[in-house]
C-alpha cells in the first residue's frame, strides 16, 4: 500500500494532468483557429516557439557538454543549433512573412526540406553510431555545420537545390520522397533509440521516442498539402510544436543532470537581449533593403515605361503600316474596278511580301467574299456574304456607315485559324451619296502573333512577358495576346489607339531584376551575408550580456564556497576547542574547563560577597563493574552517571569529569544548598543502572568544600573536597563528607 503521502500525491497528480491536457487542447484550439484566419501569424508563432526551445536548450546543453564531455547531448546540441537556425531563415522567407518576398513559395520549402534532412539523420547517427571518442564528435560537429552552411547557399543565392514547391501545382516528387526519406530516417533513430538503453532514463528515451512519432506524423501532412496555407500544413506544423515540447522534456532529463542545473545554465534574459538585438539588427537591414529596393524599382519603371512607350511605338508604326496597306488595295480597286483575278493575285501578292504579319489580302464586292490570297489556305472563305454573316455584318454595316477601317478580333476564321480583320469601305464615286457607289470591301487578315515576333520587341521580350489587352463596348477588357490570366496586375502598360481599336499594352517582368543587380544592398548574396553577421551578432549579445550574469555567478559561487570553508573551519575549530576543553566520553567540560569557568564564578562570588561550594565525587562499585564486563559497558555506566549528575544541577553549576570515575561540581550558594545537592545526587546514582539489559548498582561518595572557609582558590577547595570524599570512602563509601573545619563550624553554630 501507498503510504498517506504518496496517495495525495497521486489524488493531486491527476487533476493537474487533466487541467495540463484540458490546458494544450485549448491552446491548440487557438492556434488552429488562428491558421485559419492568419497563417502567416500562425506559423510565425509556431516557428517562434519551436526555434526559441531548441536554441535555449542547445546553448545549455553545448555548455553541460563542455563540463560533462556528455557525447550525445553535445551532438544533441550542434544538431538542433543547426537546424533552428535553418528554420529561422525558412521562417523569414516564408511567403507573405514580409511586406516583399523576392523569393516565392520555393526557396522557403528548400529551406524546410533541408532542415528535415539534417535533423533527420543527425538523430539517426547519433542514436545509431557511438560518437563516444572525441575525434568523432569532432568529425559530427564539423559535418553537420558544414552541410547546413552549403545547404543553405545551394537554396540561396547558388540555386542549386532541387525545387520542392510549384505555385498552382504544389509538392514536386523530390519534395514527397524526401518527407518519406526523412520518415526512415525517423524510424532508423527510434530503432536505434531501442537499442541504446543503458545511455538513457526509461522516461527520456520514451520522451525521444514521442518525439520522433510526432515528428513522423508531421511529415506526413507535410506530404499532403497543395498550398502552403493549406491545413495539411497547418497540421503538420502543430504536430512538430508537439514534437519539440517531448525534445525539450527528454533534454532536461538527462542521467547526469537535473533539470534545475540545466535550467540554471541557461540566461534566459541574456537570450532574450540577444534576440532583440538581433532582431533589431534585422529590422534595420531589412528597411535598408526595402528603401534601396524601392529606389532601384522606382529607377526600373521609368526605364522600363520608357521602354513599353518605345514598344507601344513601334507596335503602332506595325498596326498602321497594316492599316495603309488597305488603302493600297482600295486605291487599285478605284483605278482598275475591273481587274482580273490574276491582276489581283499579283498586286496583293507583291504587296503581302513586302509586308509580313499578313496573312491575306481579299476583297469583297457588294460585300462578299470573291477575291482572296492564299487561296490554298483561304480559299474556304470564298463565297461568304459578310453583310449576311451575324457575326460580321455589324462590324462591316459600321464601316460602311462611318466611312472607315473597322478591325475585329482576334476572331476565329471560317477557314480555320484565328487572325485579326480590318476591313475598309470601297466608295468608287466620294460625291455620290454612300451606298449608291459602293462597291464593297477590301480586307486584309493580321496574324497578331507575327506581328509580335517581329524582332523590333526581342530585347523587351528578354525582361518581359507582353498581354494584350483590347476594351469590349461594355467597357470590359478582354485578352487578345499573351496571359492575361497569369498575372493579377502590372504596373507597366500603355494604351495603343488604332482604327476603332483602343488596346492596353501591359508588361510583366520576366524574371527578378535583383538577380543580376550588382549593388551589394540588392544583390543575392546579402541575405546570407546579413544572416551570418546577426547570427555573430546574437553570439556577440549574448556572451557580453551574459559575462555580467556569469560573474555574478561566478562571484556568487566563490562566496559561497568561502562562506561554506569559513564555516567549516569554524565548526572544526570549535570542534577542536571542545575536544580540548570536554570530556570525550560524556561531553562535561574537562579539568582545565572546569578549573577556568569555576575561577570566573570564584572571583564573583569575592566581588558579590556570595559563597560557593565545591563536591568531589567518586563512585563505589565502579571498577569491579567495569573489569567484570568490559569497558563498553563501563563507557554507558560513565554516560548515565554524568547524565544522572547533571540532571540534579541548577543552570548555573558547573560539572566535569576530571578522571577515570571522578566527577566533579561547582555549586553557587551556601552550605545548606550543597548539601541538599549532594544527598540529591547520592540518591540519583543509588538508584540501579540498566545497560544491556542488566541491572548494575554503584555508590558514590562525596566530598565537599565550601568556599571560604575551606579555601579562597580553586586549587584549595579542590584539595579539601578531595581530603573530604577520601574520609567518606574510608568511613564506609556511598556516603556525604564535609571538610573538618566546617564540621566543627557547624557544630559549634548548632550549639
Not at 546553448?59 to 535553418?86: D, H, M, N, P, R
Not at 532529463?253 to 540554471?264: A, F, G, Y
Not at 497578331?448 to 528578354?462: D, E, G, K, V
Not at 573530604?724 to 566546617?742: F, H, P, T, V
Amino acid at each position: 500500500m501507498h503510504p498517506p503521502d504518496s496517495a495525495f500525491k497521486n489524488s493531486v497528480r491527476l487533476p493537474m494532468k487533466i487541467a495540463f491536457l484540458l490546458g494544450c487542447l485549448s491552446v491548440g484550439g487557438i492556434l488552429w483557429s488562428v491558421s485559419r484566419t492568419d497563417f502567416v501569424l500562425f506559423h510565425t508563432l509556431i516557428e517562434s516557439l519551436t526555434i526559441f526551445m531548441t536554441i535555449a536548450v542547445a546553448l545549455a546543453g553545448w555548455k553541460e557538454y563542455q563540463q560533462t564531455q556528455t557525447s550525445y547531448f553535445g551532438a544533441l546540441a550542434v544538431l538542433f543549433l543547426c537546424v533552428s537556425l535553418i528554420d529561422f531563415t525558412h521562417t523569414i522567407t516564408y511567403q507573405g512573412f514580409a511586406s516583399r518576398n523576392d523569393l516565392g513559395p520555393n526557396p522557403p520549402t528548400q529551406f524546410w526540406i533541408l532542415g528535415r534532412y539534417i535533423e533527420s539523420f543527425g538523430l539517426l547517427i547519433i542514436f545509431t553510431l557511438p560518437l563516444s571518442s572525441k575525434r568523432r564528435r569532432n568529425i559530427f560537429f564539423f559535418a553537420v555545420s558544414a552541410v547546413s552552411i552549403m545547404g543553405v547557399l545551394a537554396i540561396y543565392p547558388l540555386h542549386f537545390f532541387p525545387t520542392a514547391f510549384i505555385e498552382g501545382q504544389g509538392l514536386t516528387l523530390f519534395k514527397i520522397q524526401s518527407e518519406f526519406l526523412v520518415i526512415l530516417a525517423l524510424l532508423g533513430a527510434i530503432w536505434g533509440l531501442i537499442q541504446c538503453g543503458e545511455r538513457l532514463y526509461i522516461r527520456q528515451r520514451k520522451y525521444f521516442i514521442y518525439a520522433l512519432l510526432s515528428t513522423i506524423l508531421a511529415e506526413l501532412c507535410f506530404t499532403q498539402y497543395v498550398s502552403v496555407y493549406g491545413g495539411a500544413n497547418a497540421a503538420g506544423h502543430m504536430m512538430r510544436l508537439i514534437a519539440h515540447y517531448y525534445l525539450f522534456r527528454a533534454l532536461l532529463l538527462n542521467r547526469r543532470l537535473v533539470s534545475q542545473r540545466l535550467l540554471s545554465s541557461i540566461n534566459l534574459v541574456a537570450i532574450i537581449f540577444a534576440v532583440m538585438v538581433s532582431f533589431l539588427f534585422s529590422i534595420s537591414a531589412y528597411t535598408l533593403r526595402s528603401y534601396e529596393q524601392s529606389m532601384f524599382e522606382h529607377e526600373n519603371t521609368v526605364i522600363h515605361t520608357r521602354q513599353l512607350k518605345e514598344m507601344t511605338a513601334a507596335l503602332q508604326s506595325l498596326l498602321d503600316e497594316k492599316i495603309r496597306l488597305l488603302n493600297s488595295v482600295s486605291a487599285f480597286v478605284s483605278a482598275h474596278p475591273y481587274f482580273t483575278s490574276d491582276e489581283f493575285a499579283t498586286y496583293a501578292g507583291m504587296l503581302s511580301q513586302s509586308i509580313p504579319a499578313i496573312k491575306s489580302v481579299q476583297l469583297a464586292p457588294k460585300g462578299i467574299l470573291t477575291y482572296v490570297t492564299h487561296r490554298e489556305r483561304h480559299g474556304g472563305a470564298i463565297g461568304h456574304d459578310l453583310l449576311a454573316d451575324s457575326k460580321r455584318k455589324l462590324a462591316a454595316f459600321k464601316a460602311i456607315q462611318e466611312k472607315r477601317i473597322v478591325v475585329d478580333g482576334p476572331v476565329d476564321l471560317i477557314q480555320g485559324g484565328r487572325a485579326l480583320i480590318a476591313r475598309q469601305p470601297i466608295f468608287l464615286n466620294e460625291t455620290k451619296a454612300a451606298g449608291a457607289d459602293f462597291w464593297g470591301f477590301s480586307i486584309i487578315l493580321i496574324d497578331l502573333p507575327t506581328l509580335m515576333n517581329n524582332s523590333a520587341f526581342s530585347s523587351f521580350y528578354h525582361d518581359f512577358d507582353i498581354t494584350i489587352k483590347r476594351e469590349r463596348p461594355n467597357g470590359e477588357m478582354t485578352t487578345i495576346y499573351g496571359s492575361g490570366d497569369e498575372h493579377t496586375e502590372s504596373n507597366l502598360y500603355q494604351t495603343l489607339h488604332f482604327a476603332n481599336q483602343v488596346w492596353s499594352v501591359h508588361a510583366y517582368t520576366r524574371h527578378n531584376h535583383l538577380a543580376q543587380e550588382s549593388r551589394f544592398l540588392l544583390s543575392p548574396w546579402y541575405w546570407p551575408v546579413i544572416s551570418l553577421i546577426t547570427l555573430i551578432i546574437f553570439i556577440a549579445a549574448y556572451k557580453i550580456f551574459n559575462f555580467k550574469f556569469e560573474l555574478q555567478r561566478e562571484v556568487l559561487l566563490a562566496t559561497n564556497e568561502l562562506q561554506q570553508e569559513v564555516k567549516r573551519r569554524e565548526i572544526s575549530e570549535a570542534n577542536e576547542r571542545h575536544l580540548a576543553t570536554h570530556d570525550t566520553l560524556t561531553d562535561l567540560p574537562n579539568r582545565r574547563l572546569f578549573i577556568e569557568l569555576t575561577e570566573q564564578e570564584l572571583n564573583r562570588c569575592k566581588r558579590d560577597g556570595s559563597a560557593m561550594s565545591i563536591l568531589f565525587m567518586d563512585l563505589d562499585g565502579f571498577k569491579v563493574a567495569n573489569d567484570k564486563f568490559g569497558h563498553s559497558l563501563g563507557d554507558e555506566l560513565l554516560k548515565h552517571v554524568a547524565s544522572r549528575i547533571h540532571s540534579c544541577l541548577g543552570a548555573e553549576d558547573i560539572a566535569a569529569r576530571i578522571g577515570g570515575d571522578e566527577f566533579v561540581v561547582a555549586l553557587l550558594g551556601d552550605m545548606e544548598r550543597s548539601i541538599a545537592v549532594a544527598e540529591h545526587i547520592l540518591d540519583k546514582i543509588s538508584k540501579p543502572f540498566s545497560v544491556d539489559e542488566k541491572k548494575h548498582l554503584l555508590g558514590i561518595s562525596i566530598g565537599v568544600a565550601v568556599y571560604p572557609y575551606d579555601g579562597i582558590t580553586v586549587d584549595s577547595l579542590l584539595a579539601v573536597s578531595d581530603k573530604a570524599m577520601y574520609e567518606a570512602k574510608q568511613k564506609g563509601k556511598n556516603r556525604i563528607e564535609i571538610s573538618r573545619d566546617q564540621r566543627r563550624f557547624r557544630h559549634l553554630t548548632q550549639s
